[in-house]
Nanobody, 117 residues
């Protein structure tokens, strides 16, 4: 599985961005797809995930502001980010894993999100 994230950019605090992650392969619908981010000087952290059934999961820091969704026909997962804060500034990565696994098997290159105050 190859993953390609896009949609990052520079936005003012309070603004919105939508990230996309396009995946190759014919088994996209069976994967749990996740978004992670890594801010400068910090470790990569979990942001959100969506499994094959459509169940969603969010980090407490983004609940109520971010929405993850997937389009299996387009092999794409999205992260709608609203009410962005400067602390959301980070390189955002998408990942894919087989259902039931703890670790993510595949990673895409990140896309940078910068939120100015």
């Amino acid at each position: 599985v190859q993953l390609q994230a896009s949609g990052g950019g520079l936005v003012q605090a309070g603004g919105s961005l939508r990230l996309s992650c396009a995946a190759s392969g014919r088994t996209f619908s069976t994967y749990t797809m996740g978004w992670f981010r890594q801010a400068p000087g910090k470790e990569r952290e979990f942001v959100s995930a969506i499994d094959f059934s459509g169940s969603t999961y969010y980090a407490d820091s983004v609940k109520g502001r971010f929405t993850i969704s997937r389009d299996n026909a387009q092999n794409t997962v999205y992260l709608q980010m609203n009410s962005l804060k400067p602390e959301d500034t980070a390189v955002h990565y998408c990942g894919a894993k087989t259902y039931g696994r703890v670790k993510y098997d595949y990673w895409g290159r990140g896309t940078l999100v910068t939120v100015s105050s």
